[in-house]
């Protein structure tokens, strides 16, 4: 038994372990933590004055019509979450856009971002509920379309609750 465990510390030696376990983790910097609240803030106050903005102009007689489709079948909130548009995507629904809608393809707004690579705007929307199950008609959910493209970080981020 001490012969074995002579072995093992000269092996470990030879090879330059520690017995010790490593921490390699650097303490937490207190200025980036700082940052890291600020911007968040920053983010939070330019998302409410988006969804004000927004607000009003859907508000107005005659105002905008978030549910509206251009000539490719895309509503507002479509071409936000495909362009990966976070902020611009969460002001839309804040607003009043219906995320749940689907097209004449039944593809979802998850469906738009899966196939743009948009996994911002993924983590961003998920905060709405959406519904990652819905199959198009092509059978697809957002997770399947993301995998056909081959991307994989989307397809785990909508396929995580």
């Known amino acids: 038994m001490i012969r074995r465990l002579a072995c093992w ?7 330059g372990c520690k017995s010790e376990p490593k921490n390699d983790v650097p303490p937490p910097d207190p200025v980036a933590e700082q940052y890291r609240q600020l911007e968040k803030l920053t983010v939070d106050a330019k998302l409410q004055e988006l969804s004000e903005k927004l607000t009003d102009l859907v508000a107005e007689p005659g105002g905008f019509d978030l549910e509206r489709r251009n000539q490719n079948g895309m509503r507002l909130l479509d071409l ?9 995507a969460a002001a839309i629904v804040v607003a009043g856009s219906n995320i749940w809608a ?6 979802s707004v998850m469906h738009f971002a899966a196939r743009a690579n948009a996994a911002a705007a993924i983590a961003e929307l998920k905060r709405f509920v959406p519904n990652l199950k819905k199959r198009n008609k092509k059978g697809q959910t957002p997770a399947d379309l993301a995998q056909s493209y081959n991307f ?7 396929q995580r609750l």
Do not use: E, M, T, Y
Not at 80 to 88: F, G, I, K, V, Y
């Open 9 to 15: 510390a000269a092996l470990a030696a030879i090879v």
């Open 152 to 158: 994989f970080d989307c397809a785990v981020l909508l």
């Open 80 to 88: 936000a979450a495909s362009r990966n548009q976070p902020l611009a």
């Open 102 to 107: 689907v097209d004449k393809n039944g593809d």
